[in-house]
């Protein structure tokens, strides 16, 4: 890990089984839509994020008939659920009592000293942790008046306050996080929230929106702040299926090194003029069926086979278009070639190989006679391309030029 990975130390604590803080991995979070009194439907999701690298799901307690379903869903979920309270405290001691893992309490909206205290006192005798969840848009309405609007100040503060409320009772086993919808304001909120304590942070950009715009925010905002050392668990709030924002989420670790890969890593070259084939439509069909097949790999495809070998050499597995035909190489090493009709077809075989018997073994087996056609294939592109960086023109262009300016003095 890079020094500017390293991670800021924070005090840890256990949501169900899943440690947050102080060294421990940083953990993906998502959200369940369904209502939670459909206990079957809200299982469905949770388990659905779950697979898609949820640590920790969150479900809403918004009603009696919740708090009654958060009982049944607890103990037959695969992860720890954390209830989501809003305005009315009480839900909060009946979501302790269904048996939840975690509880979020926002300060914009759950204002009352002596309530919180409560809900702290309870949660403490269950151990189990408090998110002070402040947001932006439900600033404590106090609070904006005295900042005039929605600040990093004053989200910060808004979460210090709830802080004293509960270590007043001696409730210490928090999170925080304080969510802003735009990105600069979210990251320094968070910054100098780190600064001030040094309780775990559950990072996120709130509100961020559909899909693709959500995403970049999110990446953006969560991206640069874990690689400042910041941040203990995270969630994408996409307005999309939730799967999308636990696939992200685990995803966006696993990139940054932050989390071992456990599922497929497709890069593709961007394609250009020198393609051979449909690079865009290649590489859409074999991340959809190279994920289907659930191997975790690297894999690259490559538009040309003049670069795309060379370019993509750190590749578990990758394959390149000649003229006609696919080159699939492991580790930039040309192992078999196929024709272009098969290339998806072979990739996915020889994954499913590369995975089972390993590196070496693949190579031995390598078709000796792979290597020799991808050179011809280069040579081939290359004489009727061009090579990529018109050598032999340029070379002549300067001689002309320095030959003319020899004559003119
Ligand atoms: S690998 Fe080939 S087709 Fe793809 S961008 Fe590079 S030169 Fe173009």
Redesign the pocket.
Same mark, same amino acid.
């Given at each position: 890990m890079s020094p500017a990975m390293e991670r800021k130390s924070t005090r840890q604590i256990n949501v169900g089984s899943v440690a947050v803080g102080g060294g421990a991995p940083v953990s993906v979070q998502s959200m369940t839509i369904t209502k939670t009194a459909d206990v079957d439907g809200t299982l469905a999701q949770v388990y659905a994020l779950a697979g898609a690298g949820a640590d920790i799901v969150r479900i809403t307690c918004n009603d009696v008939a919740a708090a009654q379903g958060l009982a049944e869903i607890v103990p037959r979920s695969p992860v720890p659920i954390v209830a989501d309270i809003h305005f009315q405290y009480k839900l909060a001691l009946a979501a302790l009592e269904a048996g939840v893992h975690g509880l979020r309490l926002n300060p914009g909206n759950i204002r009352n000293e002596q309530h919180i205290k409560t809900v702290a006192r309870a949660a403490g005798e269950r151990g189990v942790p408090i998110r002070v969840g402040v947001n932006a848009g439900s600033l404590d309405k106090e609070l904006l008046e005295k900042y005039g609007a929605p600040l990093p100040e004053a989200l910060v503060e808004s979460a210090l306050r709830e802080i004293r409320y509960l270590e007043d009772v001696d409730f210490t086993d928090i999170k925080i996080s304080v969510k802003h919808s735009d990105v600069p304001s979210m990251i320094d909120s968070y910054r100098l929230l780190s600064e001030r304590v040094d309780y775990p942070l559950h990072l996120g950009v709130t509100e961020a929106g559909p899909l693709p715009g959500g995403l970049i925010k999110s990446v953006a905002g969560i991206g640069t702040l874990l690689m400042e050392g910041i941040g203990d668990t995270i969630r994408f709030s996409l307005t999309a299926d939730p799967v999308e924002e636990a696939k992200a989420g685990r995803q966006l670790l696993e990139y940054l090194g932050l989390r071992e890969r456990r599922g497929l890593d497709l890069i593709a !070259?961007?394609?250009?003029?020198?393609?051979?084939v449909d690079?865009i439509g290649i590489a859409a069909e074999a991340q959809e069926r190279l994920e289907a097949a659930n191997l975790p790999i690297q894999v690259a495809v490559? $538009? !040309?086979v003049?670069? $795309?070998p060379g370019?993509a050499r750190e590749a578990d597995i990758g394959i390149?278009a000649g003229r006609g035909k696919g080159h699939l190489f492991i580790k930039g090493q040309v192992v078999r070639v196929v024709p272009e009709t098969d290339m998806v077809e072979a990739l996915l075989e020889e994954a499913r190989r590369l995975v089972e018997e390993g590196v070496d073994a693949r190579l031995a087996a390598a078709d000796s006679a792979a290597a020799a056609d991808a050179a011809a294939s280069a040579a081939e592109l290359l004489e009727i391309q061009g090579d990529?960086n018109e050598a032999t023109a340029r070379r002549a262009s300067v001689a002309r030029i320095a030959r003319e300016g020899r004559s003119g003095s």
């Open positions: !070259c961007p394609s250009c003029g020198r393609a051979e690079v490559m $538009g !040309c003049v670069n $795309g370019e390149a990529v």
